[in-house]
């Protein structure tokens, strides 16, 4: 079993920047890969970014060039450096922890969410 804890979500202006961080309770070193998802309300949970255990990133198309995955095992960490956040950026903000099958991710743990709301 993998704890997830998110922190780093609060209300900020359109425009503005945050930076989430994950700590996981187990060494990172043993976890494939991590990844940031959001879910706004009545849509669906989206996958945002995931990073390999080899530093390899991806990201959905609506935050490209804003925002950034990084992991630091040394800490145990995820983190999302968000910036020039929209109001559609607005969801809670979930980690999880999981694996690349086919070059797809797939989750095995999840964490219990960090709010972000960005005002107009």
């Known amino acids: 079993q993998v704890q997830l804890v998110e922190s780093g979500g609060g209300l900020v202006q359109a425009g503005g920047s945050l930076r989430l961080s994950c700590v996981a309770s187990?060494?990172?070193?043993?976890?494939?890969?991590l990844a940031w998802y959001r879910q706004a309300p009545g849509k669906q949970r989206e996958l945002v970014a995931h990073?390999?255990?080899?530093?390899?990133?991806n990201y959905a198309d609506s935050v490209k060039g804003r925002f950034t995955i990084s992991r630091d095992d040394t800490k145990n960490t995820v983190y999302l450096q968000m910036i020039n956040l929209k109001p559609d950026d607005t969801a809670v903000y979930y980690c999880?922890?999981?694996?690349?099958?086919?070059?797809?991710?797939?989750?095995?743990?999840w964490g219990q969410g960090t709010q972000v709301t960005v005002s107009s």
């Open positions: 999880s922890a999981g694996r690349m099958l086919a070059g797809i991710y797939s989750t095995n743990y």
């Open positions: 187990v060494s990172i070193f043993s976890i494939n890969a």
């Open positions: 990073i390999t255990s080899g530093r390899s990133t």
